[in-house]
């Protein structure tokens, strides 16, 4: 009996889909981290200690044959490529969350598939069909419903324009990550890759201030702050692996806006596990989501 081999688009939306689904999880244990390590310190742990993990996972299951044999451009292109995300867009992120709320920061940056999805039919020839041009619009709109059932505070006066700015420019900046990453794929696997960028990631954060106190709060944090960091690492590694994946083999556009999809897994085990309320807005934008996914893979 011959085994059904699955499409490359179907296999690159089930990774992303998998990428949004434990970027979920991750989000939900660095809520309980928030009271010990700020944003930036977690996310500087967790890209340390999960690229670290797919280096061991390398170095254990290939030795060091699959570093060694990527070339220099390939290399420079993955570094440049994690600097663009983390140097500029999460840095005009964070200071777009402080003048916004988080939610708001969120709905604009979430934009960032659609800026992709147009640089990548201008720079690598990729199609955007009607399917996926509707599919996208019709899930980044329900996720924008998702995020809008939060309750906030009002943005602080004067400041909205900046954060608006800064969160536009966040968009921007990941879009242009993921474009300058789809060329590197072409020689390099999705594990190979993370093992690379995910370090330079942890470094680049290392160096702002907001993580400098990140190491004497984890000493005094005990052995539960130490399995959520454990726990963190390893979905940081699955949820960057996959999302690569997903960008190797179902192209920009299914990538990245199926791996934005974080938030309509957060509703439910937000619901399950937080206690969390499922306001009807959420609700309605979860069937438009889905809605959306089955949209963008006709």
């Known amino acids: 009996m011959s085994v059904p081999i699955i499409p490359d688009?179907?296999?690159?939306?089930?990774?992303?889909l998998g990428s949004g689904l434990t970027w979920?999880?991750?989000s939900l244990l660095v809520r309980t981290l928030s009271g010990t390590l700020g944003s930036v310190a977690i996310s500087a742990v967790r890209c340390t200690f999960g690229g670290a993990v797919l280096l061991a996972w390398i170095l254990f299951t290939s030795g060091a044959a699959p570093l060694w044999a990527i070339r220099p451009g390939v290399l420079a292109l993955l570094v440049l490529s994690i600097v663009v995300a983390v140097a500029i867009g999460d840095t005009v992120f964070f200071e777009s969350i402080g003048r916004l709320g988080l939610a708001r920061a969120m709905t604009i940056s979430t934009t960032y598939?659609?800026?992709a999805a147009l640089l990548a039919t201008a720079f690598l020839g990729e199609p955007l069909t009607p399917s996926a041009a509707a599919g996208s619009l019709l899930t980044l709109s329900g996720l924008a419903l998702i995020l809008a059932a939060r309750g906030e505070h009002p943005a602080i006066p004067g400041r909205v324009g900046v954060g608006i700015g800064a969160a536009a420019l966040a968009s921007v900046a990941w879009a242009v990550s993921t474009i300058i990453l789809r060329a590197p794929l072409g020689e390099v696997d999705a594990t190979t890759a993370q093992a690379v960028r995910l370090p330079v990631a942890g470094a680049l954060l290392?160096?702002?201030p907001w993580s400098w106190s990140a190491g004497r709060r984890l000493r005094t944090g005990g052995s539960g702050t130490?399995?959520?960091?454990?726990?963190?690492?390893v979905l940081t590694a699955l949820s960057s692996v996959m999302f690569v994946a997903g960008l190797k083999h179902g192209g920009v556009t299914v990538a990245t806006v199926l791996s934005s999809t974080a938030p309509l897994f957060?509703?439910?085990?937000?619901?399950?596990?937080?206690?969390?309320?499922?306001?009807?807005?959420?609700?309605?934008?979860?069937?438009v989501t889905v809605g959306g996914i089955a949209v963008l893979q006709l």
Do not use: H, Q
């Open 226 to 233: 130490w399995g959520v960091v454990a726990a963190l690492s």
């Open 266 to 287: 957060a509703l439910p085990l937000g619901v399950v596990f937080l206690g969390e309320p499922a306001p009807r807005r959420a609700i309605l934008g979860t069937l």
């Open 24 to 26: 979920a999880v991750t």
């Open 9 to 16: 688009a179907t296999l690159g939306a089930l990774y992303a």
């Open 113 to 115: 598939p659609v800026v």
């Open 206 to 208: 290392w160096l702002t």
